[in-house]
C-alpha cells in the first residue's frame, strides 16, 4: 500500500512480474476502487483495502477506467466478497465488452497468463459516467474522457488533492510520465489528442496504472507530452 494523500493510496498488485496499481479513494463513510486488476488478485486488494485501516464493507462502489482485462478482472469476485453489494461505474462505450455482450477488444497476455481468456469477467455496469461529470465524493471525483487506449477510456481527477488518475491514458517509468503507445493503443491519435484534455486541470500528481505514482514537475511533463 502506497498512501498519496489523506484518503488516496494505491494498492500495488502482482501477478508474475507484473505490478499494476489500482487505486482506493475513501474516508470514514465510504471507500471507492478505481480498476480491479486481473482475475485472482482480489485477496492482494482486500488486503491492501484493510491494510490502509478501511474495512472492506466500507467499499461501495468501483470506477472501471476502461475494460481491459486487467482493469475489470477481479470485480466479479470483489462483488462476491461485497455480497452483491457495489456499484459498478464505466463509460457507455466500453459498457458491452465489461457486460459481456461484445467481446473484449484486446487480450494480447503474456503465454503465462493465456488461460484467463477462457474465463473471462462479465460484470453489469450499474452507472455511466461521461465527459465532464463530477462524482460528489471526497471533495469532488471529475470525470475526463480519454478514448483511444479504448473506445470508452476515462480518466479521473481528484480536485481536492490535484491528482490525476490516468488509468491508461499514460504510463510512468521511473517518474517520468510517458505517452499513449501504438502497441498498446487501439486509436493512436485519439489517444493522443486525450492527453492534451489534463491540460485544463491543475494536476500536482499523476497515478498511472502502469509505473504507480509521478510527482516530479508534472505539470511541465504534461504540457511535453502534448502533440500541437
Excluded at 475494460?67 to 462505450?93: C, F, K, M, R
Excluded at 503465454?111 to 450499474?126: A, G
Excluded at 471525483?141 to 477510456?153: E, K, L, Q, W
Aim: charged share 20%; hydrophobic share 40%.
Amino acid at each position: 500500500m502506497m498512501k498519496v494523500a489523506e484518503g488516496v493510496a494505491i494498492i500495488p498488485i502482482n501477478i508474475g512480474n507484473i505490478t499494476l496499481n489500482p487505486t482506493l479513494i475513501w474516508d470514514e463513510n465510504m471507500a471507492i476502487l478505481i480498476d480491479t486488476g486481473m482475475p485472482g488478485q482480489d485477496k492482494q486488494i482486500i488486503d491492501g483495502i484493510e491494510r490502509v485501516g478501511t474495512p472492506f464493507d466500507r467499499l461501495k462502489s468501483v470506477i472501471l477506467t476502461h475494460q481491459d482485462i486487467d482493469h475489470i478482472g477481479s470485480l466479479p469476485a470483489l462483488i462476491d466478497h461485497s455480497g452483491n453489494n457495489l456499484t459498478v461505474y464505466a463509460h457507455e462505450l466500453d459498457k458491452p465488452f465489461i457486460e459481456g455482450k461484445q467481446p473484449l477488444l484486446k487480450l494480447d497476455l503474456p503465454e503465462d497468463l493465456q488461460h484467463l481468456v477462457h474465463n473471462l469477467p462479465i460484470v453489469k455496469v450499474d452507472r455511466i459516467l461521461n465527459e465532464g461529470d463530477v462524482l460528489p465524493f471526497f471533495g469532488g471525483v471529475h470525470v475526463i474522457f480519454t478514448p483511444g487506449h479504448t473506445p470508452g477510456h476515462i480518466s479521473l481527477y481528484l480536485k481536492q488533492h490535484k491528482i490525476l488518475i490516468a488509468g491508461d491514458a499514460l504510463y510512468c517509468d521511473k517518474g517520468d510520465l510517458k505517452p499513449p503507445t501504438s502497441r498498446t493503443t487501439l486509436d493512436l491519435v485519439a489517444a493522443q489528442k486525450s492527453v492534451s484534455k489534463f491540460l485544463d486541470f491543475d494536476i500536482h500528481t499523476v497515478i498511472c496504472f502502469h509505473g504507480g505514482l509521478c510527482t516530479n514537475n508534472v505539470k511541465e511533463q504534461l504540457r511535453g507530452l502534448v502533440i500541437l
